[in-house]
Each structure stands twice: as C-alpha cells, then as structure tokens.
C-alpha cells in the first residue's frame, strides 16, 4: 500500500472530449515528469478518446 510520504500520486483521467472522469490511477512522480496522457476507453461515447491527468480532491 502507499504510505504519505512516498512520490505516488493518486490521479484521475479525464475525458479529453466529453470531460467525464472515466479512470483512477496511481502516477510515480519520480518516473513521470508532465502530465499524463492515454488513450482510453469512453464508455459514454463507447469509443476510444484521449484521457489527461487530473487531479482528485
Ligand atoms: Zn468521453
């Protein structure tokens, strides 16, 4: 499990194209420098869109 303290940031995708926050996943901020991106399943728009990192509150 992530202890406080460890450079794991909990992260959420979001919808480039309807703007739903469609994933949650786990960003190692020492490998990962900018802002994620990928291309993910919508299930709303039942296709493939890009989804970018954003934060979870
Ligand atoms: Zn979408």
Redesign the pocket.
Known sequence: MAKKGQAVEKIALQ?T??K?K?YTTFKNRKNLQGKMEKNKY?K??RKH?LHKETKIK
Do not use: P, Q
């Open positions: 919808c194209e309807c739903r469609n919508c709303w728009e869109t």
